[in-house]
């Protein structure tokens, strides 16, 4: 999905407004993928500056499901990105390159560049989701398991001390 700039550097034409939805389906983002439920909406305004530059200001926004970061199950998040970004095209920033080139914008490569930037690190289905059983596996949402906490062997009590700092972060 390409946008040819030039159009708001010709003639009176010094605006131009984007609302469109990007038929992206899925994201992947390091050991992360996450499906993307109705495409990513986008919806921006583009002006030409006196500077040369080019404001584009707006939202991208996308209804993603992650897998929760401590169950596993489906977890829902809503994606919303407040950008503003000027430019000018005849003189990118490598970062800019990415979506760039001359005075073609891609939507597409626009908007899943503001995902990557924003990409959450952990997303959870519930504030308060209790996770799998480290032991047997059980989703402890669904129901308790029979692994007592004072059956926990020993031997991993360094390990589980361990696991609880990493929860900690959350
Ligand atoms: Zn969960
Ligand atoms: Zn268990």
Redesign the pocket.
């Given at each position: 999905m390409e946008m040819n700039l030039s159009t708001i550097f010709t003639g009176d034409h010094l605006f131009a407004k984007v609302d469109e939805t990007v038929p992206v389906t899925q994201v992947k983002f390091g050991n992360t993928s996450a499906i993307i439920d109705n495409g990513i909406k986008l919806q921006i305004e583009l002006e030409k500056l006196e500077s040369k530059e080019v404001l584009i200001k707006g939202s991208i926004t996308a209804d993603m499901v992650f897998n929760c970061d401590r169950c596993g199950e489906p977890a829902k998040y809503n994606f919303k990105s407040e950008l503003t970004k000027q430019f000018r095209p005849d003189k990118t920033t490598e970062e800019e390159e990415d979506f760039i080139e001359g005075y073609i914008l891609d939507l597409e490569k626009m908007a899943l560049n503001e995902i990557y930037v924003n990409f959450p690190m952990k997303v959870l289905c519930a504030e308060d989701c209790k996770g799998i059983?480290k032991?047997?596996?059980?989703n402890l949402n669904v129901g308790s398991?029979?692994?007592a906490d004072d059956n926990f062997d020993l031997r991993f009590a360094g390990l589980k001390d361990l696991f609880d700092e990493n929860f900690k972060e959350v």
């Open positions: 059983c032991s047997c596996g059980a398991c029979n692994c």
